[in-house]
């Protein structure tokens, strides 16, 4: 392999990009070193297993990744902005929608989500952390280790060009030669292993450590989906599990599961790819519902209206998920009795999230409702998801859909689902838990500015494309001619998609600026909330959490408490708590799974062998490992809950 | 996180005792159900594949039931061997524990020993991983079974270099409990194998 094909050369947009990663990695260097912070960023975040900072971590890499997603979205609104534009070539086209797709979902969406869950989860159910610290962290790096393969391939090499769903035999070694595609494979291979490994651990965190009193038909909302996702989570991600080393297997191994030659099948892809696929829809929306749920309820001073009905609809939308996922390829040939029955069942979902949208409504009604902005976003999100969803339905009629599949209808149609749904509430839910991972709230005033810039901005530039997509214009052209007629509508929509981008720099702006100026509060409980993770200190509660765990008599369970005039944090008598160790093991870990990664997205099979053996030497030592963690002392936690409650 | 032994599961066997103990085998069993949807994956994808073989080489021509029995053999007697370690553990016999369980890894050794020797000798007959779509579902499900028996082979010596170390304690009974979960889940994924592949390839399906 020559130099200029291992390291990208020849493109003006990725030499910026090149030159842009390398100043900002000397820059954070130079920064650690100065300020003397490598071994405060080693004891206190990467080798943390406190389950509140991993989840800052992975929300500041989602972040980052929504950045990279978002980079990607706008070159390909410039591209497709006017006719016969000549901003992107057609390769350099499908590389940037299948990374823009592949991050905004595995890298962005999920992450976030995972995140948040990793912060609330544990104080939202009283619990000291999740049940397995150390695969917290381990998961942490794999999603890591995943994403920085799955990134650095766009200047090592080639970005993978076969869209998110990769379809055989397109992502095939005859059609998608190079390691692009390997880098796909692995990146999600790895960073899907992680994923897993939280799934697991926070079914544990729910089932075992709630805490005394805490029914399971009492959980908070988002305790609830999260439940139901991990569940989802660890039925569905096995599938890809073995969907990407099949493929892997096709491409480095010369087996044939998916060619054309020799028996394969591509349609097996397709099949395995979705069954993961469709339920992954619903790992990144259930979450964001559970979100909504907890903010409507703190701003209208309601307890949520048909918490029953949100539980069985959640549990109906979760089962009903792994049975409708033929509706991504009705035109594919699987004939009318099967077109049909997935046709049914996909339309069924849309009536447990239809109980859903009129319990949010009813909770709201005759509530007190402050628009905050964590409330304005979940405000929105409602008539924008509604959007989506009929949309959807229209996409379910299996006759009507060959009509629109794959135009741009569709792509509408994903986006305003994703994003109403996902991303709405992670913007949601990083407002409303800001104060409790940093003590401040972010500024109200330019937050709202960032709210309803971003909203118009995305109704801006994806309701046209409905209209684009009953016009025939396919989803993943690169370039469209003046007679097609599709200029105006394109054009609006790349406008935008601009505004979008405009309302992330204010969001940004909105963490720098309230970093100096808002506020520091004192009290723990920035929006007079409801359910226990209200009842700690902030910024980021003590690494232990509760320092006694409250007892739960209600659902709501601190709103009750403050009811009845009781204060969690009034005691009497510390004890000494138990808490874990910080560890090396799993960054190490990672370290391996990237050479072991790295190695075989560029078949150098001893480089993988060498991570492998790696990995196994991490397992064996942890293995061994006894470390029983430590004790917080009395006076530690005394001198903790007395600063925490000071005046900052 | 109390790592204290609970009262209130004082007469569980040791390896409840301790909240971490029975945290850890609830996260195994879910973990289990994850493998379970693994191994449906491949065994869908096996028979989604199972006649494709594009004119090639076929099943019936290279299974062979007497070697599948003796697998098979190997394979439940030592779930079996599994089972009296854990009881052995239950009585707190750390010595017999070792014993049984050293038995049941020489008898996953032999298994897979026999494994490779089957791969072995249908990449002689022409039947590899890349002659047709069947094999490669039979290679990779089989292979993937067989790998998991071989890194429990590797679990559960370090397992049992620390119950010779420690002894048994509420940590060290959970881990070897765990342990012998996943022994017991390779063996009724192996009958799944033994039925749905051999028998039905031998069969003729
Ligand atoms: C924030 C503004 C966003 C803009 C302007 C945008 C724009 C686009 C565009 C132009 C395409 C390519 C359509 C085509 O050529 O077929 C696309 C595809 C896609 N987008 Fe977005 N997007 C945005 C956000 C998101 C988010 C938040 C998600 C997911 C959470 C997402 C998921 C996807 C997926 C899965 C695809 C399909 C990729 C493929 O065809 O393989 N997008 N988006
Ligand atoms: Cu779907």
Same mark, same amino acid.
């Given at each position: 392999?020559?130099?200029?094909?291992?390291i990208?050369?020849?493109?003006?947009l990725?030499?910026?990009?090149?030159?842009?990663?390398?100043?900002?990695?000397i820059?954070?260097?130079?920064?650690?070193t100065?300020?003397?912070?490598?071994?405060?960023?080693?004891?206190?975040w990467?080798?943390?297993?406190?389950?509140?900072?991993?989840?800052?971590?992975?929300?500041?890499?989602?972040?980052?990744?929504f950045?990279?997603?978002?980079?990607?979205?706008?070159m390909?609104?410039?591209?497709?902005?006017?006719?016969?534009m000549?901003?992107?070539?057609?390769?350099?086209?499908?590389?940037?929608?299948?990374?823009?797709?592949?991050?905004?979902?595995?890298?962005?969406?999920?992450p976030?989500?995972?995140?948040?869950?990793?912060?609330?989860?544990?104080?939202?159910?009283?619990?000291?952390?999740?049940?397995?610290?150390?695969?917290?962290?381990?998961?942490?790096?794999?999603?890591?280790?995943g994403?920085?393969?799955?990134?650095?391939?766009?200047?090592?090499?080639?970005?993978?060009?076969?869209?998110?769903?990769?379809?055989?035999?397109?992502?095939?070694?005859?059609?998608?030669?190079?390691?692009?595609?390997?880098?796909?494979?692995?990146?999600?291979?790895?960073?899907?292993i992680?994923?897993?490994?939280?799934?697991?651990?926070?079914?544990?965190?729910?089932?075992?450590?709630?805490?005394?009193g805490?029914?399971?038909?009492?959980?908070?909302?988002?305790?609830?989906?999260?439940?139901?996702?991990s569940?989802?989570?660890?039925?569905?991600?096995?599938?890809?599990?073995?969907?990407?080393?099949?493929?892997?297997?096709?491409?480095?191994?010369?087996?044939?599961?998916?060619?054309?030659?020799?028996?394969?099948?591509?349609?097996?892809?397709?099949?395995?790819?979705?069954?993961?696929?469709?339920?992954?829809?619903?790992?990144?929306?259930?979450?964001?519902?559970?979100?909504?749920?907890?903010?409507?309820?703190?701003?209208?001073?309601?307890?949520?209206?048909?918490?029953?009905?949100?539980?069985?609809s959640?549990?109906?939308?979760?089962?009903?998920?792994?049975?409708?996922?033929?509706h991504?390829?009705?035109?594919?040939?699987?004939?009318?009795?099967?077109?049909?029955?997935?046709?049914?069942?996909?339309?069924?979902?849309?009536?447990p999230?239809?109980?859903?949208?009129?319990n949010?409504?009813?909770?709201?009604?005759?509530?007190?409702?402050?628009?905050?902005?964590?409330?304005?976003w979940?405000?929105?999100?409602i008539?924008?998801?509604?959007?989506?969803?009929?949309?959807?339905?229209?996409l379910?009629?299996?006759?009507a859909?060959?009509q629109?599949?794959?135009?741009?209808?569709?792509?509408?149609h994903?986006?305003?689902?994703?994003?109403?749904?996902?991303?709405?509430?992670?913007?949601?839910?990083?407002?409303?838990?800001?104060?409790?991972?940093?003590?401040?709230?972010?500024?109200?005033?330019?937050?709202?500015?960032?709210?309803?810039?971003?909203?118009?901005?995305?109704?801006?530039?994806?309701?046209?494309?409905?209209?684009?997509?009953?016009?025939?214009?396919p989803?993943r052209?690169h370039?469209?001619?003046?007679?097609?007629?599709?200029?105006?509508?394109?054009f609006?929509?790349?406008?935008?998609?601009?505004?979008?981008?405009?309302?992330?720099?204010?969001?940004v702006?909105?963490?720098?600026?309230?970093?100096?100026?808002?506020?520091?509060?004192?009290?723990?409980?920035?929006?007079g909330?409801?359910?226990?993770?209200?009842?700690?200190?902030?910024?980021?509660?003590?690494?232990?959490?509760?320092?006694?765990?409250?007892?739960v008599?209600?659902?709501?369970p601190?709103?009750?408490?403050?009811?009845?005039?009781?204060?969690?944090?009034?005691?009497?008598?510390?004890?000494?708590?138990?808490?874990?160790?910080?560890?090396?093991?799993?960054?190490?870990?990672?370290?391996?799974?990237?050479?072991?990664?790295?190695?075989?997205?560029?078949?150098?099979?001893?480089?993988?062998?060498?991570?492998?053996i790696?990995?196994?030497?991490?397992?064996?030592?942890r293995?061994?490992?006894?470390?029983?963690?430590?004790?917080v002392?009395?006076?530690?936690?005394?001198?903790t809950?007395?600063?925490?409650?000071?005046?900052? | 996180?109390?790592h204290?032994?609970?009262?209130?599961?004082?007469?569980?066997?040791?390896?409840?005792?301790?909240?971490?103990?029975?945290?850890?085998?609830?996260?195994?069993?879910?973990?289990?159900?994850?493998?379970? %949807?693994?191994? +449906?994956?491949? $065994?869908?994808?096996?028979?989604?594949?199972?006649?494709?073989?594009?004119? /090639? !080489?076929?099943?019936?021509?290279?299974?062979?039931?007497?070697?599948?029995?003796i697998?098979?053999?190997?394979?439940l007697?030592?779930?079996?061997?599994?089972?009296?370690?854990?009881?052995?553990?239950?009585?707190?016999?750390v010595k017999?524990?070792i014993t049984?369980?050293?038995?049941?890894?020489?008898?996953?050794?032999?298994?897979?020993?026999?494994?490779?020797?089957?791969?072995w000798h249908y990449?002689?007959?022409?039947a590899?991983?890349?002659t047709? %779509?069947?094999? +490669?579902?039979? $290679?990779?499900?089989?292979?993937?079974?067989g790998?998991?028996?071989?890194? /429990? !082979?590797?679990?559960?010596i370090?397992?049992?270099?620390?119950?010779?170390?420690?002894?048994?304690t509420?940590?060290?009974?959970?881990?070897v409990?765990?342990?012998?979960?996943?022994?017991?889940?390779?063996?009724?994924?192996?009958?799944?194998?033994?039925?749905?592949?051999?028998?039905?390839g031998?069969?003729?399906?």
């Amino acid at each position: 392999m020559k130099w200029d094909e291992f390291i990208i050369t020849g493109d003006p947009l990725i030499l910026g990009a090149q030159i842009s990663i390398l100043i900002s990695a000397i820059g954070a260097v130079f920064v650690l070193t100065y300020f003397k912070k490598w071994k405060w960023l080693w004891d206190e975040w990467i080798t943390s297993v406190d389950h509140k900072k991993l989840g800052i971590m992975y929300i500041l890499i989602a972040i980052l990744m929504f950045f990279r997603g978002g980079i990607d979205a706008l070159m390909m609104r410039t591209q497709l902005a006017a006719p016969n534009m000549t901003f992107l070539d057609s390769l350099h086209y499908n590389e940037i929608f299948t990374t823009h797709g592949t991050i905004m979902i595995i890298f962005m969406a999920m992450p976030f989500l995972i995140g948040l869950m990793n912060v609330v989860i544990p104080l939202q159910i009283g619990a000291r952390d999740v049940a397995f610290p150390f695969l917290n962290n381990l998961s942490f790096w794999t999603f890591v280790i995943g994403m920085g393969l799955f990134n650095i391939s766009f200047i090592i090499g080639g970005s993978p060009s076969a869209g998110w769903t990769s379809y055989m035999p397109l992502a095939s070694n005859e059609l998608n030669p190079g390691p692009g595609q390997n880098y796909y494979l692995l990146g999600l291979q790895i960073s899907g292993i992680g994923t897993l490994a939280t799934g697991i651990n926070m079914m544990v965190t729910i089932f075992k450590m709630r805490a005394k009193g805490m029914k399971l038909m009492m959980m908070p909302m988002f305790t609830w989906t999260t439940l139901i996702t991990s569940m989802i989570i660890v039925l569905a991600f096995p599938v890809l599990t073995i969907a990407l080393a099949e493929m892997t297997f096709d491409r480095l191994f010369g087996t044939h599961f998916f060619n054309l030659t020799n028996g394969g099948m591509p349609m097996l892809w397709a099949n395995l790819f979705w069954i993961w696929g469709h339920p992954e829809v619903y790992i990144v929306a259930l979450p964001a519902f559970g979100i909504f749920s907890e903010i409507i309820t703190t701003f209208s001073k309601k307890r949520l209206f048909g918490y029953n009905a949100m539980v069985y609809s959640i549990v109906a939308i979760s089962v009903l998920s792994f049975l409708v996922w033929v509706h991504h390829f009705f035109t594919m040939g699987s004939g009318a009795v099967v077109n049909s029955f997935f046709s049914i069942t996909t339309m069924a979902i849309s009536i447990p999230t239809g109980v859903k949208i009129f319990n949010w409504l009813l909770t709201m009604h005759k509530g007190r409702i402050t628009f905050s902005t964590p409330m304005l976003w979940s405000v929105a999100f409602i008539p924008n998801f509604v959007i989506g969803g009929v949309t959807g339905v229209m996409l379910a009629m299996a006759a009507a859909d060959y009509q629109y599949h794959n135009t741009y209808f569709l792509v509408s149609h994903f986006h305003y689902v994703l994003i109403a749904a996902t991303v709405f509430a992670c913007f949601a839910g990083f407002i409303y838990w800001y104060p409790k991972m940093f003590g401040y709230k972010l500024n109200e005033r330019i937050g709202k500015w960032f709210f309803w810039i971003f909203v118009a901005g995305f109704n801006i530039c994806f309701f046209p494309q409905y209209f684009l997509g009953l016009d025939g214009m396919p989803r993943r052209i690169h370039i469209y001619g003046v007679e097609d007629g599709w200029f105006a509508l394109n054009f609006i929509s790349t406008v935008g998609a601009f505004i979008m981008g405009l309302a992330f720099i204010i969001l940004v702006y909105n963490i720098y600026y309230s970093f100096r100026y808002s506020p520091r509060e004192t009290t723990g409980d920035a929006w007079g909330g409801r359910t226990l993770e209200w009842a700690t200190s902030s910024a980021i509660p003590p690494h232990y959490n509760f320092a006694k765990v409250p007892e739960v008599t209600a659902m709501d369970p601190y709103w009750d408490m403050k009811e009845k005039g009781i204060d969690p944090n009034k005691i009497d008598k510390y004890e000494k708590i138990h808490m874990p160790s910080n560890t090396a093991v799993p960054f190490v870990m990672g370290c391996f799974m990237f050479l072991a990664g790295f190695g075989l997205v560029f078949e150098w099979f001893w480089m993988g062998i060498v991570g492998a053996i790696g990995i196994f030497a991490c397992m064996a030592y942890r293995s061994f490992d006894y470390n029983d963690g430590y004790y917080v002392s009395v006076e530690e936690i005394e001198e903790t809950e007395k600063r925490a409650r000071e005046a900052k | 996180m109390a790592h204290a032994q609970d009262a209130e599961y004082a007469n569980e066997p040791l390896e409840f005792q301790s909240a971490e103990g029975r945290n850890n085998i609830l996260g195994f069993w879910i973990f289990i159900g994850a493998e379970f %949807a693994l191994f +449906s994956t491949l $065994f869908a994808t096996y028979f989604v594949l199972v006649n494709r073989t594009a004119g /090639g !080489i076929t099943a019936d021509h290279l299974f062979d039931l007497p070697l599948v029995l003796i697998m098979t053999f190997l394979l439940l007697t030592s779930s079996f061997t599994c089972g009296l370690a854990i009881h052995a553990m239950r009585a707190g016999k750390v010595k017999q524990l070792i014993t049984w369980m050293a038995i049941t890894l020489v008898l996953g050794l032999g298994f897979v020993g026999f494994e490779i020797y089957e791969f072995w000798h249908y990449a002689h007959e022409g039947a590899t991983l890349s002659t047709s %779509a069947f094999w +490669s579902a039979f $290679f990779v499900l089989l292979g993937t079974h067989g790998l998991h028996v071989s890194i /429990g !082979i590797g679990w559960i010596i370090l397992l049992l270099i620390q119950v010779k170390r420690r002894g048994l304690t509420p940590r060290t009974t959970s881990k070897v409990f765990i342990a012998s979960l996943y022994w017991h889940f390779l063996d009724v994924i192996w009958i799944f194998i033994f039925t749905g592949v051999y028998l039905m390839g031998l069969g003729g399906l």
